[in-house]
């Protein structure tokens, strides 16, 4: 029998001096999981994967500063910027320890936030890690996505684009540049919490040699495939993406 579906709330708070948008489901009584959006793109499209869990766990998806609802600073964050304003949020709502699930550029903003504050985070799931250090430029990353685009629900697109709009072209191209330089492969090795690599076996963006390098560089690191998920396997492939973050967090002590 299906899991009626969870609606989340919509939560306000300031952490680090800006007010934050949070999509939040506490119905179970499970440990904390936090979604961690991708590039530009807002806690919105987490929500699929949010309702998934929400059965299970007590779910947190925050627009990161400049994104969504939340507040956007004048200053475009940096990578590490977004993670230590992520450490402070946690203080904020209140949790002291959970478990985090990321894509994309959500991975980088984790990886820095587990190599840096390694008491706040009991486990990670990195879905579609960027950026591909072989592949470390503007023009094939916008290739490549742009022919995942084609592999996702059609909805996302839509979502996307509300996104953009919130958050300004600007601020779009300038996290892009920041996304770039960010070098994930320098922070994984310093993530001590149980983490598992997870890659929609038609992702264009993330090809699987990357994925399986970043689950090796990872000292408990693991390498897990979503079959026909594109990139946004938290969007167009939710239910099979939570069945491993349910069997991997089980797992975790």
């Not at 990321?102 to 890690?129: K, R, Y």
């Not at 916008?142 to 685009?149: A, E, K, M, P, T």
């Not at 993330?206 to 079959?227: N, S």
Request: glycine share 8%; charged share 20%.
């Amino acid at each position: 029998m299906a899991e009626p579906i969870v609606e989340l709330e919509s939560r306000c708070v300031t952490a680090g001096g800006w007010k934050a948008h949070v999509r939040v489901a506490e119905h179970a009584t499970g440990p904390p999981v936090v979604l961690v959006h991708g590039l530009v793109i807002s806690s919105l499209y987490m929500v699929p994967t949010a309702r998934e869990l929400a059965p299970y766990f007590r779910v947190y998806a925050p627009d990161l500063p400049g994104f969504g609802l939340s507040d956007k600073p004048r200053r475009v964050l940096s990578v590490p910027e977004h993670a230590a304003w992520l450490a402070g949020w946690m203080g904020a709502m209140g949790l002291a320890r959970a478990a985090f699930v990321g894509n994309s550029f959500g991975c980088q903003v984790i990886a820095h936030l587990a190599a840096g504050h390694p008491e706040l985070v009991s486990a990670a799931v990195l879905a579609g890690p960027t950026i591909d250090p072989h592949a470390r430029s503007a023009p094939r990353q916008i290739g490549r996505w742009l022919v995942d685009w084609t592999r996702e629900r059609p909805s996302l697109a839509p979502a996307h684009v509300r996104d953009y709009w919130h958050a300004g072209i600007p601020r779009a191209l300038a996290t892009f540049r920041l996304s770039l330089e960010d070098r994930i492969e320098e922070q994984l090795p310093r993530v001590q919490a149980p983490t598992l690599v997870v890659r929609g076996a038609r992702d264009r963006i993330v090809p699987a040699y990357w994925a399986r390098e970043a689950a090796a560089l990872l000292p408990r690191g693991r390498y897990a495939e979503v079959p026909g998920g594109p990139h946004c396997v938290n969007y167009t492939t939710p239910r099979r993406f939570v069945r491993l973050i349910r069997a991997f967090l089980a797992e975790c002590p």
